[in-house]
């Protein structure tokens, strides 16, 4: 079943198209990434599926509605970012407790272990905490509500290496008990590939790639080996990434349209052939430019 | 697919079913014994279950598995042989060609090549 829908969807800001004519649809109970550079329109996407924010043109449908100002959707939804705000009069375990009542599905059970965890002081306040500190209770937040659609824009802004890794590892164990649909938007492709089932990848405030995470990896495939032998294997291929190393040898990143047998034969034609991980990939496909930051210190 | 696995990483579902494999050579899985379901793997590997379940139907499509209706994943009389046969065929049959083909940059002999493989495996029978 489709929880989410969009058909041409556009957001401008003052006049500047920041979504642009976007269109996909995300399956119940799947862990989705969402991956884009920045400013390319995550946040605008993430609020319009959330309803905070009004869809500028197309369509957007979310439990068969449209998102905004409906009821049913902010009930069954939650959107987790380091901006969420809660009453300051409130002390951390208060929230807590009152989130219960906002969130038909709220695990108090989960939220209390979460809590003691990650050593909360339940009489602290939100707006006392620490960056780190601030996303880890929005995740606890987020996890122990159980939503249906459960959204989070970069969860992990300013937690250690630690945290994040214990936060992914209780996002899939609470997801593997409890299923449901997750949206999880991040720069750290890395760190989160191995929880996602499918990815959306954005550019120029459009879908570019929506597939699963499995696919993705197999997308594209590295060759590297001398130059002018490179080119005779890619010239009618669809190059994503190219990068000389030193005088005659190239390192270049093609779609992975290769029959097994052709790649065979450049294996043994002297090519090293690698995978491409899927964070260097979507580096590569978002490259706003062509070129790269060498470009900048070229001669002027 | 399997071409890739020469240097990058091997797709996670990939080394699933491969560590299953092993456990079933090992002999720490028999024949009509059940595995590992694909939630039990997206926790222990900290996956998504979608990757574990890719896992798993590798190996049923490979007649290494089978599965029972809402009861879960299990090991086929055959598997042992299956996956005996298919590490010989074909990821041994890989390995020698990689190492043909580095013998060759290196310009090793076939005598001194078989002369490595000769000391290596005595070396082993120690």
């Known amino acids: 079943m489709k929880v989410i829908e969009c058909t041409d969807l556009a957001k401008s800001y003052f006049g500047k198209k920041v979504l642009n004519n976007l269109s996909f649809s995300i399956e119940e109970n799947k862990i989705t990434g969402l991956i884009g550079r920045n400013g390319v329109g995550k946040t605008t996407l993430l609020k319009i599926i959330a309803g905070f924010i009004k869809e500028t043109s197309g369509e957007i449908k979310v439990f068969s509605e449209r998102p905004f100002n409906s009821?049913?959707?902010?009930?069954?939804?939650?959107?987790?970012?380091?901006q969420m705000s809660f009453p300051p009069a409130l002390q951390l375990y208060e929230l807590l407790e009152a989130a219960s009542s906002f969130y038909p599905n709220w695990d108090m059970e989960l939220a209390k272990r979460l809590f003691d965890y990650f050593?909360?002081?339940?009489?602290?306040y939100h707006n006392r905490l620490s960056k780190g500190k601030?996303?880890?209770?929005?995740a606890i937040v987020g996890l122990a509500s159980h939503s249906p659609i459960t959204i989070f824009d970069e969860p992990t802004t300013g937690m250690d290496a630690s945290v994040r890794k214990d936060f992914y590892r209780?996002?899939?164990?609470?997801?593997?008990?409890?299923?449901?649909?997750?949206?999880?938007?991040?720069?750290?492709?890395?760190?989160?590939?191995n929880l996602l089932e499918d990815v959306l990848l954005l550019k120029d405030g459009r879908n570019h790639l929506h597939l699963p995470m499995e696919e993705l990896k197999a997308w594209a495939i590295g060759l590297k080996?001398?130059?002018?032998?490179?080119?005779?294997?890619?010239?009618?291929?669809?190059?994503?990434?190219?990068?000389?190393?030193?005088?005659?040898?190239?390192?270049?990143?093609?779609?992975?349209?290769?029959?097994?047998?052709?790649?065979?034969?450049?294996?043994?034609?002297?090519?090293?052939?690698?995978?491409?991980?899927?964070?260097?990939?979507c580096v590569y496909i978002t490259n706003q430019t062509k070129g790269g930051i060498d470009d900048v210190f070229k001669e002027r | 697919m399997t071409i890739l696995n020469t240097e990058g990483t091997k797709p996670i579902y990939v080394q699933i079913a491969e560590w299953i494999e092993t456990e079933i050579m090992n002999g720490h899985f028999n024949s009509d014994d059940k595995v590992y379901s694909q939630y039990q793997l997206a926790e222990m590997y900290t996956i998504n279950p979608a990757t574990a379940a890719k896992g798993l139907s590798l190996l049923v499509d490979e007649n290494i598995l089978y599965k029972k209706r809402g009861l879960g994943m299990f090991v086929t009389a055959d598997a042992k042989e299956i996956i005996m046969n298919k590490r010989k065929n074909y990821t041994f049959k890989r390995l020698v060609q990689e190492i043909v083909l580095e013998a060759k940059r290196l310009q090793i002999s076939e005598a001194e090549l078989i002369e490595m493989i000769k000391s290596a495996q005595s070396e082993e029978g120690e």
């Open chain 1, 225 to 281: 080996g001398p130059t002018e032998k490179i080119q005779e294997w890619v010239n009618d291929k669809e190059i994503v990434y190219e990068n000389k190393i030193g005088t005659n040898t190239s390192y270049v990143v093609v779609r992975n349209d290769f029959a097994d047998s052709a790649l065979q034969s450049a294996r043994l034609a002297g090519l090293e052939i690698t995978a491409v991980s899927p964070s260097d990939l």
């Open chain 1, 71 to 82: 009821l049913n959707v902010s009930a069954n939804s939650i959107f987790v970012d380091d």
């Open chain 1, 134 to 138: 601030t996303s880890t209770f929005n």
């Open chain 1, 170 to 193: 209780a996002l899939l164990k609470d997801y593997i008990a409890h299923p449901r649909t997750i949206i999880i938007s991040s720069h750290h492709v890395d760190e989160i590939e």
């Open chain 1, 119 to 124: 050593s909360f002081d339940p009489k602290g």
